[in-house]
């Protein structure tokens, strides 16, 4: 499986080097050599945990699988960060996205939005922060505001409030589990309101 460029306007901001700069005139040196190398090191070392090696711009990302594409991610900005307490080779996805489930943008299965999240392309997982809202082919409607979608797995999970639109009603709770394509689903907490739609309380025509 490999995830590759499909559609990207890309600004790319390599990983920044130490620079030395040697003095005018050199009278007395303040700091061994091995000290300058290690300050070096240390600059690098902390290029790399404050400054995202690649920046992509409106990018596109197609998964593919045995030359399928399975999995679709649009975005409006993604950094990735080679290494450090950030995301250890994730990418770190902002300014919104979506991300198209079983198939290419148009041809898919499900679609899962949000403000934000990580994204890791080597094992298609990808968690969604903020005003997350994930559709199914049938069109439920899932709100949260944290979302963990784990395409390996296959399963959707989270641990806050959720609520689900259907065309039955409106569906509250805590927690939910789900097949990665929200086909099917849990809600772990349920708060036992269900709302009818409006169409589901009219009367029929015998009573």
């Given amino acids: 499986m490999a995830w590759g460029p499909f559609r990207t306007l890309t600004t790319c901001r390599p990983r920044l080097r130490a620079a030395s700069f040697g003095a005018a005139t050199v009278l007395v040196s303040c700091q061994p050599f091995a000290s300058d190398e290690a300050q070096k090191a240390a600059e690098q070392e902390h290029a790399l945990r404050t400054v995202p090696v690649q920046t992509i711009v409106d990018g596109s990302f197609e998964y ?18 080679e290494e450090g307490p950030r995301n250890d ?9 979506t991300l198209f489930i079983g198939g290419a943008q148009g041809n898919h299965h499900a679609t899962l939005s949000a403000t934000r999240g990580t994204y890791d392309d080597q094992h298609g997982h990808l968690e969604a922060w903020d005003d997350v809202v994930l559709v199914n082919e049938e069109g439920d409607r899932l709100l949260t505001e944290h979302l963990v979608w784990l395409h390996d797995s296959d399963l959707v999970r989270t641990e806050r409030p959720v609520e689900i639109f259907t065309d039955q009603g409106v569906l509250r709770g805590t927690g939910l589990r789900a097949d990665s394509q929200f086909e099917t689903y849990q809600i772990l907490r349920p708060t036992g309101s269900f709302e009818l739609s409006l169409d589901d309380q009219k009367p029929s025509p015998d009573e």
């Fill in 64 to 81: 593919t699988e045995r030359g399928e594409v399975v999995n679709a991610l649009v975005a409006g900005k993604l950094d990735r960060w």
């Fill in 89 to 97: 080779g994730q990418w770190t996805v902002s300014e919104g996205f």
